[in-house]
């Protein structure tokens, strides 16, 4: 082990000499091995800092106490670098979290978002640091605040004081605050809806509360806001919430018209997170299928699904988006026209051209709804029978499959299958074998 610490120490050896040292001093937790690794978190070179961070976390409880010790120093790079390690070991020591709010005062900007990333890789554990990260989140500097509002997202339930700070940082300058308040919103909506689940449940209740948030007034003036990127983190913010951001609705229809994509796209998510089937959206939902955007008429073609039957009314646009130019807003139409199910049953012809998509994988798509819509689709199963006879060998095996998937449904094509047991084409043959259970007769196997 000496010899180890030796050549830890000795800059000039290869990194290669140096890792594999710092990897053997993680075999002994002795004090002389745990100084010469924490130094080691030093070295120039990123595979020898990892080795010896992975030793130090190998070693256990008994690094802490000397990454903490490595905090009292002049140099704020190495403080940084002690926060980092100290944000490994949350899980195994409670000694870490206080020094990590220590150092959430820190004069160095980069030492008070390190030890905030620290306390984001700590999590729920981390609880009694909201205070110092909420200070932290209203920095001036750009970094500790967006790793502040990072932390406080992480640690969940305890840290839903925080919301009206977070909510207003959505009108940061800075695109990455506002992502990491998007996030953190989110975040903290799931950990509420989670935590109120779990007192239902508690109390013998077998109802599920979606939140005890409610949507912040602020949220909903910054739906309004000058700045796109204001509009924009808004509208994510409310998806984020989920129902609990009901109060938003009107606000969001308004802004699924915006002049700017990016707001008009969060504002539609937004609408299917907040309200789903809710019968205010679904006209704008149809509306928007028509938006020159194919991301936004793939995310309004995905929010009709939940309204199942009651979405009649997006029928004809659905046929319309099954033949849409891009593939991903195809798809979502085959999904929705399953859940739409019997008063989507006039869209056999256009799902039945989608099992010939130039996407193999809206071909499957295609041919699994055939399945799912079985039930609702005898009427189409005529149609189905006559592409046995079409000439050309891809359209009848597609039938064929079709067929099979439509199951008992499709009873009446059986004697159709049958003579495809004769068919010119070995694959067409083989084919109505699997599907009517038939070996392919002896005399047509050639």
């Not at 256990?60 to 010790?69: A, E, Y």
């Not at 940084?80 to 150092?103: D, K, N």
């Amino acid at each position: 082990m000496v010899i180890s610490r030796s050549l830890l120490r000795i800059t000039l050896l290869p990194a290669a000499v140096r890792k594999r040292a710092a990897t053997r001093l993680g075999l002994r937790a002795s004090p002389g091995n745990l100084r010469s690794l924490v130094r080691s978190l030093q070295d120039e070179d990123a595979s020898v800092r990892e080795a010896s961070l992975e030793s130090l976390v190998k070693l256990g409880p008994s690094s802490v106490p000397v990454l903490i010790r490595g905090v009292i120093t002049d140099s704020s790079n190495t403080r940084a670098t002690m926060a980092a390690a100290l944000g490994r070991f949350g899980s195994i020591s409670s000694s870490v979290v206080p020094t990590l709010e220590q150092l959430l005062r820190d004069q160095s900007s980069a030492v008070r978002a390190t030890a905030a990333d620290a306390l984001a890789l700590i999590g729920p554990s981390a609880a009694s640091a909201v205070i110092g990260l909420v200070r932290v989140a209203q920095d001036n500097e750009v970094e500790p605040v967006a790793a502040a509002v990072k932390a406080l997202g992480r640690i969940g339930a305890a840290a839903r004081s925080s919301l009206p700070v977070i909510v207003s940082l959505l009108k940061h300058d800075d695109r990455s605050v506002r992502d990491a308040a998007v996030t953190a919103v989110g975040l903290l909506a799931t950990a509420s809806r989670s935590q109120t689940t779990g007192r239902s449940e508690t109390a013998g209740r077998s109802e599920v509360k979606t939140s005890e948030h409610e949507c912040p007034a602020q949220l909903i003036q910054f739906l309004f806001d000058l700045d796109t990127g204001v509009r924009e983190a808004a509208a994510r913010a409310c998806g984020e919430l989920g129902p609990s951001a009901r109060p938003a609705l009107p606000a969001l229809i308004q802004q699924s018209q915006d002049g700017t994509v990016g707001v008009r796209q969060a504002a539609v998510w937004a609408l299917t997170a907040v309200g789903p089937a809710d019968p205010r959206t679904l006209p704008v939902l149809i509306a928007m299928t028509q938006d020159k955007e194919w991301t936004i008429r793939e995310i309004a073609v995905k929010g009709l699904g939940p309204f199942g039957p009651a979405a009649k009314n997006a029928v004809p646009r659905l046929n319309v988006m099954l033949n849409d130019e891009h593939t991903s807003v195809r798809r979502a139409a085959i999904e929705a026209t399953v859940r739409i199910g019997e008063p989507a049953r006039h869209l056999a012809d256009t799902l039945y051209a989608r099992c010939f998509d130039k996407q193999e994988a809206t071909r499957e798509v295609a041919m699994a709804a055939f399945q799912q819509l079985a039930s609702c689709l005898h009427e189409f199963v005529p149609t189905v029978i006559g592409e046995l006879k079409s000439p050309d060998a891809n359209r009848r095996l597609t039938a064929i499959a079709v067929l099979k998937q439509l199951g008992p449904v499709a009873d009446e094509a059986t004697p159709h299958l049958l003579e495809c047991l004769y068919d010119q084409v070995m694959s067409v043959r083989e084919a109505a074998s699997s599907a009517t259970g038939q070996p392919v007769p002896l005399g047509s196997r050639r």
